[in-house]
Antibody
Framework: EVQLVESGGGLVKPGGSLRLSCAAS????????MNWVRQAPGKGLEWVSC????????YNADSVKGRFTISRDNAKNSLNLQMNSLRAEDTAVYYC???????????WGQGTMVTVSS | EIVLTQSPGTLSLSPGERATLSCRAS???????LAWYQQKPGQAPRLLINGASSRATGIPDRFSGSGSGTDFTLTISRLEPEDFAVYYC??????????FGQGTRLEIK
């Protein structure tokens, strides 16, 4: 079964750091561009970051540039998101997402909640 | 950055009716790079349509997508009870940022 499972969410104070992880299974992880997409409570979807299959290309949304770092370990079938200098507006469910043909989001994890609050 | 505007914000219909959802882009989007997603409460989004008009694997044929340039449409021919959800369009214009519309909530009338 094709599956993405996120972990690492939780409550963190403003200015703090958190590292999210995503474990992939059921497909050839190293062949796919991977993304993080977030959704603030009661709001819409916001693309956060993507990384190409061999980590050659990395892109980030302006809202997280300089604060979030995406990375992957193809040997371990894992995707990570290091989040620093967290702000209240980063509070959201964070989804790990596979990109089909590098373009469409065809496989989503169940999401992990990040809450930034004092 | 390409901005996607979805309309209406909320659509109230009854099962068996036809639903038409609109997604308008601030600049032209290649049809190959327009997708639609469905999201139900407490669940992750699900890919419905890619390439503006191609149904994803396992998506019923009552869902169809159309459009080109800046105007795209998702049509649900006959609403089933399980179709009431929030729908998002998404574009990838060749380079990031990838953007989503703000969503259309399809609710039971």
């Amino acid at each position: 079964e094709v599956q993405l499972v996120e972990s690492g969410g939780g409550l963190v104070k403003p200015g703090g750091s958190l590292r999210l992880s995503c474990a992939a299974s059921g497909f050839t992880f190293s062949s796919y561009t991977m993304n993080w997409v977030r959704q603030a409570p009661g709001k819409g979807l916001e693309w956060v970051s993507c990384i190409s299959s061999s980590s050659n290309y990395i892109y980030n949304a302006d809202s997280v540039k300089g604060r979030f770092t995406i990375s992957r370990d193809n040997a371990k079938n894992s995707l990570n998101l290091q989040m620093n200098s967290l702000r209240a507006e980063d509070t959201a469910v964070y989804y790990c997402v596979r990109a089909y043909n590098g373009v469409y989001f065809d496989i989503w994890g169940q999401g992990t909640m990040v809450t930034v609050s004092s | 950055e390409i901005v996607l505007t979805q309309s209406p914000g909320t659509l109230s219909l009854s099962p068996g009716e036809r639903a038409t959802l609109s997604c308008r882009a601030s600049q032209s989007v290649s049809s190959g790079y327009l997708a639609w997603y469905q999201q139900k409460p407490g669940q992750a989004p699900r890919l419905l349509i890619n390439g503006a008009s191609s149904r994803a694997t396992g998506i019923p044929d009552r869902f169809s997508g159309s459009g080109s340039g800046t105007d795209f449409t998702l049509t649900i021919s006959r609403l089933e009870p399980e179709d009431f959800a929030v729908y998002y369009c998404q574009q990838y214009g060749g380079s990031p940022p990838i953007t989503f519309g703000q969503g259309t909530r399809l609710e039971i009338k």
